[in-house]
C-alpha cells in the first residue's frame, strides 16, 4: 500500500499524538547521546565478553540475559565502544515502548467507554516518558534490559489486545522479553489483570503463556540464572527478604512521587523487624493497593489496571528474592506507567479530560526538564556521584562511589575526604578501605617520583 493511502486512513489526531510523543521524547533524550559508559555500563557492556561481538557466541551458555547481551554485541559490531551508539538504541526502544502504550492505554479508556480515549492515553505517556526516574533505564546504558524487556511486553499485550489479536507476534514477545529481563516473567499476570479489568474474556491469552513458559523454561536452564538465585538465597531467606523488600518498595515508589530526589544509588532503608511501625505501614500500604485494585476493578477499571500495574511490575525484583541493592529505579520503568495512569484517571474524574491534557502539560515541562538535565551527569562518574552525595549526604556507598570516581580523575585529595566520609557512615567497608589503601600507595610513589 503506498504510503499516501496508508495515511489518508489514519486519524489525523492519531498521526499528532505519536508526533508529539516522538518528538517530546526526542527533545528531552536528545542530550543522552553524549553519555559515556559509567559505573555498572563497564561490567556490564566495556568489560564483559558477553556483549562482545566476537566472543558473544562463546560466551552465551554462560551469561544471563542473552538477549540483551546479543543486543550490545550487535553494537559493538556496528560501531565499536562509542557509547553515542548504545545511547541511541536506548532512546529508540523507549519511544517504541511509549508508543505502544500509546496503543495500549487507547484501548484501555476505549474499553472503559470513556469520551476523548486518545487524549487521556497522550497524558499518561507524556507524563510516563519523561520522568527522571525512567533515566536510570534510558540514559544509563546498563539500563537498556528494562527498557527492551518493557517494550516486549507492552508489544506482547498489545498484540493480545486488539479487534484481531496477533498470537504469533505475543508468543515471540512473551518468549523474547523474559530473555531481556528475567522479571518480565510477570507478563502472564499483566495481561491476565488486564482481561478481569479493562479488557474481555482471556480467551487469547494462551500465546503469551506459552511464551513466558517457554522462556521460563531457558532461563531456568542458564547456570547464571541460577547463580544469582542461589546467590541471593545466600544474602537472606525469602521471608526475611520478604519484609526487606516491602521497605524497599515503598522507598522505590516515593522516587516517582518526588523526581527532584532521583539518584543513581538510592540507599537502602534500615532494617525492621516484622512489628515493627515502618514495616507494618509498608505491609498496610500494599495490602489495602491491592484490595482497592481488586473491588475497584469494576467500577473503575482504568484507575484498578492502573494500580495493579504498578504492583505486578514491582513484584519480581521486590519479592522474595533479595539483591546487594534493594532500591532501585529501574523497576520504575513500567511501575511508573501504572501510577500515572492510576493518576490520571483520578485526575479526569476532578477536571474532566481537557483539563487532565492540560495538566498534563504544565507537570511535563517541570518533569522534561528535570530529565535533560539529568542526562547531562551519565557523562561523567564524578558528576554523577556527586550528584548523589548532594542528594543523599548520608548514604555512606554513595560517598564510597564518589571517592572512586575522584581517584579515577586523579583528585586524590578530594578522593580522600570523600572516602574517610564514607568510611565514617559504613564503618568496616572494605571497598572504601581497599581504595584508601590504594590511595595511600598511588600519592606515596608520587612523592618519590616528585622533582626535588
Request: proline letters at 7%.
Amino acid at each position: 500500500m503506498p504510503a499516501a493511502s496508508f495515511l489518508a486512513r489514519v486519524p489525523w489526531q492519531n498521526l499528532i499524538a505519536v508526533t508529539a510523543i516522538v518528538a517530546v521524547i526526542g527533545l528531552v533524550f536528545a542530550n543522552a547521546l553524549g553519555v559515556a559508559f559509567v559505573f555498572d555500563d563497564l561490567g556490564d557492556i566495556v568489560d564483559n565478553p558477553s556483549a562482545h561481538a566476537a566472543t558473544f557466541f562463546d560466551r552465551l551458555p554462560f551469561t544471563n540475559r542473552p538477549l540483551t547481551k546479543a543486543s550490545y554485541a550487535l553494537n559493538d559490531a556496528l560501531h565499536g565502544a562509542a557509547a553515542a551508539g548504545y545511547a541511541a538504541v536506548n532512546v529508540t526502544l523507549h519511544a517504541v515502548a511509549a508508543l505502544l502504550a500509546l496503543v495500549l492505554l487507547c484501548r484501555a479508556f476505549a474499553a472503559a467507554r470513556m469520551p476523548a480515549a486518545l487524549t487521556l492515553a497522550l497524558a499518561v505517556c507524556l507524563l510516563w516518558a519523561l520522568h527522571p526516574a525512567l533515566t536510570e533505564s534510558v540514559t544509563y546504558l546498563s539500563g537498556r534490559s528494562m527498557v527492551l524487556s518493557a517494550a516486549l511486553m507492552l508489544a506482547a499485550v498489545v498484540a493480545s489486545t486488539g479487534r484481531r489479536p496477533h498470537p504469533v507476534a505475543a508468543f515471540i514477545c512473551a518468549l523474547l522479553a523474559p530473555l531481556a529481563r528475567e522479571t518480565a516473567l510477570v507478563l502472564p499476570f499483566i495481561l491476565l489483570w488486564w482481561s478481569l479489568t479493562v479488557g474481555h474474556a482471556p480467551r487469547r491469552q494462551w500465546p503469551v503463556w506459552l511464551g513466558a513458559l517457554l522462556a521460563a523454561m531457558i532461563v531456568a536452564a542458564m547456570p547464571r540464572h541460577r547463580d544469582l538465585v542461589a546467590f541471593s538465597l545466600d544474602l537472606r531467606d525469602p521471608v526475611t527478604a520478604l519484609r526487606g523488600n516491602l521497605l524497599a518498595a515503598a522507598e522505590t515508589l516515593g522516587f516517582w512521587f518526588a523526581p527532584w530526589r532521583v539518584t543513581i544509588l538510592p540507599d537502602a532503608p534500615p532494617p525492621y523487624g516484622w512489628l515493627e511501625g515502618p514495616t507494618l505501614a509498608a505491609l498496610a500500604g500494599f495490602a489495602t493497593a491491592a484490595l482497592a485494585s481488586v473491588f475497584l476493578r469494576r467500577r473503575a477499571p482504568v484507575f484498578a489496571f492502573g494500580l495493579g500495574l504498578t504492583l505486578l511490575a514491582l513484584a519480581p525484583a521486590q519479592s522474595v528474592l533479595w539483591r546487594a541493592d534493594p532500591v532501585a529505579l529501574k523497576p520504575l520503568y513500567l511501575a511508573g506507567l501504572g501510577l500515572t495512569l492510576a493518576a490520571i484517571d483520578l485526575i479526569r474524574r476532578a477536571v474532566g479530560a481537557r483539563g487532565v491534557l492540560i495538566v498534563a502539560c504544565v507537570v511535563a515541562i517541570p518533569l522534561g526538564v528535570l530529565t535533560h538535565d539529568r542526562n547531562v551527569l551519565f557523562r561523567s562518574e564524578v558528576a554523577l556521584f556527586h550528584d548523589a552525595v548532594e542528594k543523599a549526604p548520608e548514604n555512606g556507598k554513595a560517598w564510597i562511589a564518589y571517592g572512586g570516581a575522584l581517584m579515577g580523575a586523579k583528585r586524590y585529595e578530594d578522593a580522600e575526604r570523600a572516602l574517610r566520609r564514607g568510611l565514617e557512615l559504613r564503618p568496616f567497608d572494605e571497598r572504601a578501605m581497599n581504595l584508601l589503601e590504594l590511595l595511600a600507595t598511588i600519592r606515596s610513589v608520587e612523592r618519590r617520583h616528585a622533582p626535588p
